[in-house]
């Protein structure tokens, strides 16, 4: 017995269809994507945290200040080898904090050989906030010659 698409949730159709590949003609990841029928701006921008930098650990747990009446947040993530994901977590999948008004992801995402991109958004039903300002990291080591 199949599910049947009427059950699937229109938020979940939307996201499947934005995680795919965008690469830039220099093999950059391309911008986060625009959410097409999203509502005008009316959430303020979460503002990212980390990772950020050069990251020494295999993986990296990302964290962003929360926005007031978000029910979930959209993370955009660019390897740095043109592969790039869009991943909605409602609240109740991650680590919010009442005191620090901090949310971080539960489940570490590995961390790029390569220096990787990335951004998030707050959304509050069929509102979106702005992508945050886009953060980089990964392990590339910087050599001299």
Same mark, same amino acid.
């Given at each position: 017995?199949?599910?049947?698409?009427?059950?699937? #949730? !229109?938020?979940?159709?939307?996201?499947? /269809?934005?995680?795919?590949?965008?690469?830039?003609?220099?093999?950059? /990841? /391309?911008?986060?994507?625009?959410?097409? @029928? =999203?509502?005008?701006?009316?959430?303020?921008?979460? +503002?990212?945290?980390?990772?950020?930098?050069? /990251?020494?650990? #295999?993986?990296?747990? !990302?964290?962003?200040?929360?926005?007031? *009446? =978000? @029910?979930?947040?959209?993370?955009?993530?660019?390897? *740095?080898? @043109?592969?790039?994901?869009?991943?909605? !977590?409602? %609240?109740?999948?991650?680590?919010?904090?009442? &005191? %620090?008004?901090?949310?971080?992801?539960? %489940?570490?995402?590995?961390?790029?050989?390569? +220096?990787?991109?990335? =951004?998030?958004?707050?959304?509050?039903?069929?509102?979106?906030?702005?992508? $945050?300002?886009?953060?980089? !990291? @990964?392990?590339?080591?910087? $050599? &001299?010659?």
């Amino acid at each position: 017995m199949g599910m049947h698409l009427s059950r699937v #949730p !229109f938020r979940y159709i939307l996201f499947s /269809a934005l995680v795919a590949v965008f690469q830039s003609s220099d093999g950059r /990841a /391309a911008q986060p994507p625009a959410l097409e @029928g =999203a509502v005008a701006v009316t959430l303020v921008s979460p +503002i990212p945290i980390s990772p950020s930098g050069t /990251a020494s650990a #295999p993986s990296s747990i !990302f964290s962003w200040a929360q926005t007031r *009446g =978000a @029910g979930s947040y959209v993370l955009w993530y660019a390897d *740095g080898n @043109g592969r790039t994901q869009v991943i909605e !977590f409602p %609240t109740s999948e991650l680590d919010c904090s009442d &005191t %620090t008004l901090v949310c971080k992801t539960k %489940t570490p995402i590995e961390t790029p050989e390569a +220096i990787g991109e990335w =951004a998030v958004r707050a959304v509050k039903q069929t509102e979106y906030s702005s992508w $945050s300002k886009i953060m980089t !990291f @990964g392990k590339e080591s910087t $050599s &001299t010659v």
